[in-house]
Antibody
Framework: DVRLLESGGGLVQPGGSLRLSCAVS????????MTWVRQAPGKGLEWVST????????YTADSVKGRLAISRDNSKNMLYLQMNDLRVDDTAIYYC???????????WGQGTLVTVSS | DIVLTQSPATLSLSPGERATLSCRAS??????LAWYQQKPGQPPRLLIY???NRATGIPARFSGSGSGTDFTLTISSLEPEDFAVYFC?????????FGGGTRVEIK
């Protein structure tokens, strides 16, 4: 079974940092692009960032560029999101998602909640 | 950025009825559209990819159609477990974008 398990969320003050992790199993990790998608409380889905299977290319939403950075460690089957200079509007559930045929996502983790508040 | 507009925002139907959900793109995305279902407290689940292909394990009552800018998700006969929020996503241009969602609720 494909499994994605996020961790690292929590309460942080504006301007603070967090590092989210996503541990994956059940598929050949280095064959697939991986993505972070977030969802503010009661709101819709927002794509955050994608990294290609090898890690050689990343794509990041303008709203977080320069503050949030995606990376992966294919030797550990791990996906990461380094979050710096956090803002109140970064408050959301952050999901990691596995790439599918194209840039769609066929498996999602349960999410980790990031709350940015003073 | 490509804007996806979903309509209606809410669809009130009874079990057994047919649901028709719309997703319109602000520019052509060919057939690079996915549909997801999300239930409260759960992550999204992929239903349809490339506009009309059912994902693994998705029942045949779910179907997708369209190309270019206009897309439709149809649920032929609503089951109790189908009452949820549905999102479309364009999969061709960066940034990837999602529609605002359609809530299918029990009438």
């Amino acid at each position: 079974d494909v499994r994605l398990l996020e961790s690292g969320g929590g309460l942080v003050q504006p301007g603070g940092s967090l590092r989210l992790s996503c541990a994956v199993s059940g598929f050949v990790f280095n064959n697939y692009a991986m993505t972070w998608v977030r969802q503010a409380p009661g709101k819709g889905l927002e794509w955050v960032s994608t990294v290609t299977s090898s890690g050689s290319h990343t794509y990041t939403a303008d709203s977080v560029k320069g503050r949030l950075a995606i990376s992966r460690d294919n030797s550990k089957n791990m996906l990461y999101l380094q979050m710096n200079d956090l803002r109140v509007d970064d408050t959301a559930i952050y999901y990691c998602a596995k790439g599918h045929i194209g840039w769609d996502f066929d498996s999602w983790g349960q999410g980790t909640l990031v709350t940015v508040s003073s | 950025d490509i804007v996806l507009t979903q309509s209606p925002a809410t669809l009130s139907l009874s079990p057994g009825e047919r649901a028709t959900l719309s997703c319109r793109a602000s520019q052509s995305i060919s057939s690079y559209l996915a549909w997801y279902q999300q239930k409260p407290g759960q992550p999204p689940r992929l239903l349809i990819y490339d506009a009309s292909n059912r994902a693994t394990g998705i029942p045949a009552r779910f179907s997708g159609s369209g190309s270019g800018t206009d897309f439709t998700l149809t649920i032929s006969s609503l089951e109790p477990e189908d009452f949820a929020v549905y999102f479309c996503q364009q999969c061709t241009n960066w940034p990837l974008t999602f529609g605002g969602g359609t809530r299918v609720e029990i009438k």
